[in-house]
């Protein structure tokens, strides 16, 4: 009589141990055979589909113009500035690359971010309007810009290639006696400096396919006004 209690009791616990699958739907697992040359298959050889940066220049630009203005000690909001390229400091001064313009763009952002007024050097004071239909107000034809801009103070560096980045040295000068109001310094890697500098890279082979390596740029292609009909000059020009 015990064993078979025993017996009994070791039935019961199997029963209760052993999952009902009556009441569940059927898993179907999929794999998929991942490899770089599917992904290349499927199109992924784009330039701007490489890893994420967890920090782009525009992260360094505020670290720097918060440094910068961290060593001044009595800002006037009255204050005006304006925003130069930073230079590369292996050349004449009068030399910089896609990285340096694209800082001084994130610069002028956060300068005004600050609450300070800057002014754009590169503002024509009229519109462009392409052929394609495109409209633009900045220029890079030192003739079309103001001679002029009321400024107090200037914001300029240099940019050194060191290894593994760029080091950025910063200065904000006033203009009235060109004295040294605040200096600051950040190192930008690699890697977030080859992020910009790809689009130039890009963009020097596009020009060089449609130029034939030659410059066409003559006094006859400049712009002629048109009716202006907007309270601002108008301008169109061909590409």
Same mark, same amino acid.
């Not at 230079?87 to 340096?100: E, Q, R, V, W, Y």
């Not at 190192?187 to 963009?203: G, H, I």
């Given at each position: 009589?015990?064993?078979?209690?025993?017996? *009994?009791?070791? *039935?019961?616990?199997?029963?209760?141990?052993?999952?009902?699958?009556?009441?569940?739907?059927?898993?179907?697992?999929?794999?998929?055979?991942?490899?770089? !040359?599917?992904?290349? /298959?499927?199109?992924?050889?784009?330039?701007?589909? +490489?890893?994420? *940066?967890?920090?782009?220049?525009?992260?360094?630009?505020?670290?720097?113009?918060?440094?910068?203005?961290? #060593?001044?000690?009595?800002? #006037?909001?009255?204050?005006?500035?304006?925003?130069?390229?930073?230079?590369? $400091?292996?050349?004449?001064? #009068?030399? =910089?690359?896609?990285?340096?313009?694209?800082? =001084?763009?994130?610069?002028?952002?956060?300068?005004?971010? =600050?609450?300070?007024?800057?002014?754009? $050097?590169?503002?024509? +004071?009229?519109?462009?309007?392409? !052929?394609?239909?495109?409209?633009?107000?900045?220029?890079?034809?030192?003739?079309?810009?103001?001679?002029?801009?009321?400024?107090?103070?200037?914001?300029?560096?240099?940019? =050194? /290639?060191?290894?593994? +980045?760029?080091?950025?040295?910063?200065?904000?000068? $006033? *203009? !009235?006696?060109?004295?040294?109001?605040?200096?600051?310094?950040?190192?930008?890697?690699?890697?977030?400096?080859?992020?910009?500098?790809?689009?130039?890279?890009?963009?020097?082979?596009?020009?060089?396919?449609?130029?034939?390596?030659?410059?066409?740029?003559?006094?006859?292609?400049?712009?002629?006004?048109?009716?202006?009909?907007? +309270?601002?000059?108008?301008?169109?020009?061909?590409?």
């Amino acid at each position: 009589m015990k064993y078979k209690a025993l017996s *009994l009791c070791v *039935l019961l616990a199997g029963c209760a141990e052993s999952p009902d699958n009556s009441n569940q739907l059927p898993v179907q697992v999929n794999t998929v055979n991942f490899s770089i !040359e599917n992904a290349t /298959k499927a199109n992924y050889t784009s330039k701007y589909h +490489g890893d994420e *940066l967890i920090k782009n220049v525009n992260h360094y630009a505020k670290w720097l113009t918060q440094d910068l203005f961290a #060593n001044i000690d009595f800002p #006037n909001n009255s204050d005006v500035f304006v925003v130069t390229n930073f230079a590369l $400091l292996d050349s004449d001064l #009068n030399k =910089t690359n896609h990285f340096g313009r694209q800082m =001084t763009e994130a610069m002028i952002h956060e300068v005004h971010r =600050t609450g300070f007024s800057v002014i754009d $050097l590169k503002a024509s +004071g009229f519109i462009r309007m392409t !052929e394609t239909g495109d409209v633009f107000y900045q220029s890079k034809d030192y003739l079309e810009l103001s001679p002029a801009a009321d400024a107090s103070h200037i914001i300029t560096g240099t940019l =050194t /290639k060191h290894q593994g +980045g760029y080091l950025i040295n910063a200065q904000v000068v $006033l *203009l !009235e006696n060109k004295a040294l109001v605040s200096s600051a310094q950040i190192f930008v890697p690699y890697k977030v400096v080859e992020a910009v500098m790809l689009e130039e890279n890009d963009q020097v082979v596009k020009e060089n396919n449609m130029n034939g390596n030659t410059n066409n740029a003559t006094n006859a292609n400049k712009a002629k006004p048109v009716i202006n009909k907007s +309270g601002l000059s108008l301008k169109a020009y061909s590409q």
